[in-house]
């Protein structure tokens, strides 16, 4: 596995970017490292929480989401998932704390899957190839073009429709 310092995810040797970011900068984790280990709902975060201050884990939560007050103020909105960071050196004895206390079951092998930015973790398996230069250029160059005459469709139309008002209201 593979280690993005940005994302603080674990990535398949395979993969040349992070799923997430698509950093190249990836490198081999150390020990020290924090990692993603999961995602959970607020009911299992206390589950999670309690457990691994019993069993003296160093772990650190982060809220995903846009973030906001807490659940029990205003009801539970959508975006209350919390992601748990531990380090790289205790991944495996955190992964056993949670099949311990029913948050994960043995088939849950591979846990701290990176979620992607509108939160699923769908990513796919192989990295996305590399576009070369003079194609990148061309589709941002098209990409551009594009952009300019659909603004000036909107601005065409709009004027159009303002004239359109302006000839109905004075008559």
Same mark, same amino acid.
């Given at each position: 596995?593979?280690?993005?310092?940005?994302?603080?995810?674990?990535?398949?040797?395979?993969?040349?970017?992070?799923?997430?970011?698509?950093?190249?900068?990836?490198?081999?984790?150390?020990?020290?490292?924090?990692?993603?280990?999961?995602?959970?709902?607020?009911?299992?975060?206390?589950?999670?929480?309690?457990?691994?201050?019993?069993?003296?884990?160093?772990?650190?939560?982060?809220?995903?989401?846009?973030?906001?007050?807490?659940?029990?103020?205003?009801?539970?909105? %959508?975006?209350?998932?919390?992601?748990?960071?531990?380090?790289?050196?205790?991944?495996?004895?955190?992964?056993?704390?949670?099949?311990?206390?029913?948050?994960?079951?043995?088939?849950?092998?591979?846990?701290?899957?990176?979620?992607?930015?509108?939160? %699923?973790?769908?990513?796919?398996? %192989?990295?996305?190839?590399?576009? %070369?230069?003079?194609?990148?250029?061309?589709?941002?160059?098209?990409?551009?073009?594009?952009?300019?005459?659909?603004?000036?469709?909107?601005?065409?139309?709009?004027?159009?429709?303002?004239?359109?008002?302006?000839?109905?209201?004075?008559?």
């Amino acid at each position: 596995m593979l280690y993005c310092s940005k994302c603080q995810l674990l990535v398949k040797d395979e993969m040349r970017r992070c799923p997430v970011c698509s950093s190249k900068k990836l490198r081999t984790p150390e020990q020290d490292d924090p990692v993603l280990l999961m995602t959970a709902s607020e009911e299992k975060a206390g589950m999670i929480r309690a457990a691994f201050r019993d069993k003296g884990v160093v772990f650190e939560e982060r809220s995903r989401g846009i973030g906001g007050p807490p659940s029990t103020i205003v009801g539970k909105p %959508s975006n209350t998932d919390i992601n748990f960071f531990v380090r790289y050196g205790e991944l495996h004895a955190c992964e056993d704390i949670l099949r311990g206390i029913g948050i994960l079951d043995a088939s849950d092998a591979e846990l701290h899957k990176p979620a992607d930015k509108t939160g %699923s973790t769908d990513i796919p398996e %192989s990295a996305p190839e590399e576009m %070369s230069a003079g194609k990148r250029f061309f589709i941002r160059a098209v990409s551009a073009i594009v952009f300019i005459f659909l603004v000036w469709g909107v601005v065409a139309f709009a004027d159009w429709a303002a004239e359109a008002l302006k000839a109905f209201f004075t008559r």
